[in-house]
């Protein structure tokens, strides 16, 4: 053979190099169409005869993946929220404070044993709870004095953003009438609230000292006969410790409140007016 036949010219070169590259870029189904034959169709038509083969669940996974993936999250959401309403406890009564005052732990636990001796298991799952929550807000005239006589009086100093946010958390919370009875600060009562709660009248009939009353509807707290009482108790000492120009008042049935928390609440607030009558 002569040396002449055994050379590639250069166009076979490059013909050689291209369809080797070409090889190598070529995808595993179009290796396999080159390999063993066939057009497009037939290879669309291989794919659907290998997923026919596979079981119910990788085929149903193949097809709806992105629904059974949204699907799942939705009823993980629903489980969860579930959960929640199930597992949140359900409260006998609802106390809210506004006003000065940072309660401490001593003085929410002298607030709740008082008013858990005073209320009724309602709901009647055995156990009394009140759900209490605070609320400080400063007005100016309290915010006069100096820092140190504010931290011992009060607990806390206050600055003008968070007084404000204060302010608008209490008028929400009365709006959205989650919470029916207050203990509230008197100039709080006074200057915005007084319009907005309950005449005392239409809760009890028995006619307190006129210097009990705050207002038609409203009552300090300290004139009660009730807080002297629970002052003298192992817990309730710390009930010293509210402002002594702390008014208690109650909402009226609002369209936003339950019914059964209005009831529950004037139960309460009529024992409390009428303690050892």
């Not at 006589?149 to 806390?156: A, D």
């Not at 010293?240 to 004037?266: A, G, Q, R, Y």
């Amino acid at each position: 053979m002569e040396e002449k036949d055994l050379k590639i010219s250069e166009p076979e070169k490059d013909s050689k190099k291209e369809e080797n590259q070409g090889v190598e870029n070529e995808s595993n189904a179009a290796r396999r169409l080159r390999l063993l034959g066939g057009d497009e169709k037939e290879r669309i038509h291989d794919e659907e005869a290998i997923i026919s083969k596979g079981n119910f669940f990788s085929n149903l996974w193949y097809q709806h993946k992105w629904g059974i993936i949204i699907g799942s999250v939705l009823i993980f959401i629903g489980i969860y929220f579930i959960v929640m309403m199930v597992t949140q406890p359900k409260y006998d009564m609802y106390l809210s404070y506004a006003g000065p005052l940072y309660p401490d732990s001593e003085t929410r636990i002298a607030i709740d044993e008082a008013f858990k001796s005073i209320a009724r298991d309602y709901d009647k799952d055995g156990e009394i709870k009140i759900n209490f929550a605070a609320i400080t807000y400063q007005n100016e005239e309290q915010r006069k004095d100096t820092a140190e006589e504010m931290l011992n009086q009060y607990g806390t100093i206050l600055h003008t953003s968070e007084n404000a946010n204060a302010l608008t958390a209490i008028d929400s919370q009365i709006l959205s009438g989650t919470v029916a009875l207050y203990l509230i600060d008197e100039t709080l009562y006074k200057e915005r609230y007084k319009a907005s709660m309950l005449d005392i009248s239409e809760i009890t009939e028995y006619e307190l000292q006129g210097s009990a009353m705050a207002g038609e509807s409203g009552v300090y707290f300290k004139e009660l006969p009730f807080y002297e009482y629970m002052c003298k108790t192992e817990h309730g000492a710390a009930l010293k410790n509210l402002p002594d120009d702390t008014v208690i008042c109650m909402l009226p049935n609002l369209t936003t409140m339950d019914d059964t928390l209005f009831e529950n609440s004037m139960s309460l607030f009529k024992s409390i007016l009428e303690f050892g009558k």
